[in-house]
């Protein structure tokens, strides 16, 4: 198994500009969710789905930040427009029930200028 | 609501040292899951143990083992004979019955460890 599958590893983008990041779950996986880590406030849940559907978006710093899982194998994060304090890692995992362990992608190193 | 506090934000220890790393939790659930992750240098986030709420028991795994008190709501996770390959930034996290989509995670705790 391949793992959950981020892109891109790296992103830097200048400020005012579209971000999309994107993700593919462990395949029959039912949860998947996006973090964010910063120094300043460490690994936060921005969104999950289960069953592709979005259960929580409690975290979601702001209407700029969007995310979408169109189908079981692919879910984005969307930042428009981008600020430089949205430059942080940002994490995708899936788990394959509730409660289980979490399997993390690399990453994503978003850099705002 | 949940919240996860790790209190040591970074230890340093020589190799062969044993390093304890603290975890203290907060939920109202009576089902929840404790969970330890690692984060070496490179920056992937490792699963390294998943203990239920009705279970109690320690458990060791090689060099790694943890501590689970409910009575203290503490999750302790100790290093024996630490390595430099242990340098990394640990986190605990909780999943309650109430969110199971929701892992809380501590603050991390840096771990050095030098030669």
């Known amino acids: 198994d391949a793992g959950v599958i981020q892109s891109p590893r790296h992103e830097v983008t200048e400020m005012g500009q579209e971000v999309t990041l994107r993700c593919k779950p462990i395949?029959?996986?039912?949860?998947l969710f996006w973090y964010r880590q910063t120094m300043m406030r460490g690994l936060e849940l921005l969104i999950y789905?289960?069953?592709?559907?979005?259960?929580?978006d409690s975290g979601m710093p702001e209407d700029r930040f969007s995310a979408k899982m169109p189908n079981a194998s692919f879910s984005t994060l969307k930042i428009q427009p981008s600020e430089p304090r949205d430059s942080a890692v940002y994490f995708c995992a899936s788990s394959l029930r509730g409660g289980e362990k979490l399997f993390f992608g690399s990453g994503t190193q978003l850099s705002v200028l | 609501a949940q919240k996860v506090t790790q209190a040591q934000t970074e230890i340093s220890v020589v190799e062969k040292e044993d390093v304890t790393l603290d975890c203290v939790y907060e939920?109202?659930?009576?089902?929840?899951?404790l969970f330890w992750y690692k984060q070496p240098p490179s920056g992937e986030l490792v699963f390294l143990i998943r203990r239920n709420s009705f279970d109690e028991q320690n458990e060791i795994s090689g060099r790694y083992s943890w501590n689970f008190q409910k009575s203290t709501s503490s999750f302790n996770f100790t290093i024996t004979a630490s390595q430099v390959v242990d340098s990394a930034v640990y986190f605990c996290a909780l999943i309650g019955a109430d969110s199971w989509g929701k892992l809380q995670f501590g603050a991390g705790t840096q771990v050095v460890v030098t030669p």
């Open positions: 789905f289960n069953n592709n559907v979005p259960i929580d």
């Open positions: 939920t109202r659930d009576t089902t929840y899951y």
């Open positions: 395949s029959g996986h039912d949860y």
